[in-house]
């Protein structure tokens, strides 16, 4: 069974930055899609950024454009976040979800807390 791992979360002051990573237990057959969510108490999960495989698409939702920036690297098995001028608003858990050629992959999730 193939576990994803998140991890880079922490407390941050307004404006400073942070890098998650998710790494993957094992290469994953045929991926589709490789996404980041977030889920802030009381609301629901939303997309924040998301690479398609085919052709390399890269989705980096409104309310985080400018600021976050998605990437992988092939050889590990990580994916990355870069959270830059990281807003109180962007306190949350964090998640990384993997689509595979056979099935959906989700970590458990690593907090981001944004606060001076």
């Known amino acids: 069974q193939v576990q994803l791992v998140e991890s880079g979360g922490g407390l941050v002051q307004p404006g400073g930055s942070l890098r998650l990573s998710c790494v993957a237990s094992?290469?994953?057959?045929?991926?589709?899609?490789m996404g980041w969510y977030r889920q802030a108490p009381g609301k629901l999960r939303e997309l924040v950024a998301g690479?398609?495989?085919?052709?390399?698409?890269?989705y980096t939702a409104d309310f985080v454009k400018g600021r976050f920036t998605i990437s992988r690297d092939n050889a590990k098995n990580t994916w990355y976040l870069q959270m830059n001028r990281l807003e109180p608003e962007d306190t949350a858990v964090y998640y990384c979800?993997?689509?595979?050629?056979?099935?959906?992959?989700w970590g458990k999730g690593t907090l981001v807390t944004v606060s001076s």
């Open positions: 094992e290469s994953i057959y045929g991926i589709k899609s």
């Open positions: 979800n993997i689509v595979g050629f056979y099935m959906a992959y």
């Open positions: 690479i398609l495989s085919g052709g390399d698409i890269n």
